[in-house]
Structures are given as C-alpha cells and as structure tokens.
C-alpha cells in the first residue's frame, strides 16, 4: 500500500486494480493529517482541532470516530490483508503505521536531502 499526499490524495496497492480515494472532504482531511505525522500518534483533540477549528460540533469525538471507521474501511478496500491493521487506535487517539517508502511525501524529502548532500559534495 502506498500513499500520494503530493497532488491529489490516494491509496495505491497490487491488491486494488485502481487507487483508492477517500471522496469526502473530513475523511481526506483525518487521512493528510494521519499521514503528515506518520507512526505518531495524534490526539483526537488534535484531529478535532483540524477538522473543525476553535468551534466543533458537540457530537465531535463521536462524529471523529466515525470518520475513523470509515477511514478503516478505506484502507481495508486498498489493501485487504493490512490496511486494516495500519490505523490503529491509542490513547489518546490514532496512529497510521507505515514504513516512510510508502508515502510519497517521505520519499520526495530523502530524495531532496540525498540531493542536498551531494550537491554540497560537488557531486
């Protein structure tokens, strides 16, 4: 399974014949975020905090939740076998386990620091 945050937001994997993209604007919005702080794990007040700002809506954890498991089941649609297992629920909120060569946005900052350092080599 593989991420795209770079441009339009997409799951790619051998196990979907096309990549996969989350349609609704929250749920993008809870996977870009999961995915900027990749293997950490981000409160849900901070995943409230993005979603909705200062004035969320009483029902947000609750709605939060929802997003999650629809998330899950996006995810799950990608990849059957792990997608699934990648987003994992810890106190005090969730983390999207991935390695950085699954996202597109970790490959293209290596890229520019290997590209960086061999400038600076005269390479």
């Known amino acids: 399974m ?7 937001l997409e799951i790619t994997s051998s196990a ?19 995915l900027v702080r990749a293997n950490e794990i981000v409160s849900v007040d901070s ?14 954890t609750t709605t939060l939740q929802v997003y ?3 998330l899950r089941k996006l995810l799950h649609t990608a990849d059957p076998e792990y997608g699934r297992d990648a987003l994992v629920t810890r106190p005090p909120g969730y983390a999207l386990h ?3 060569a699954q996202l597109d946005l970790a490959v293209f900052e290596e890229l520019h620091h290997n590209g960086q350092k061999a400038l600076l080599r005269g390479d």
Not at 17 to 32: G, H, N, S, T, Y
Not at 50 to 60: D, F, M, S, V
């Open 2 to 8: 593989r991420f795209r945050i770079l441009g339009p």
């Open 16 to 34: 979907a014949a096309e990549p996969v993209r989350p349609r609704a604007a929250k749920i993008r919005a809870v996977l870009a975020t999961l």
């Open 47 to 60: 995943l409230i905090d993005e979603l909705w700002g200062e004035h969320p809506p009483r029902t947000a």
């Open 68 to 70: 999650v498991s629809q």
């Open 98 to 100: 991935l390695d950085p």
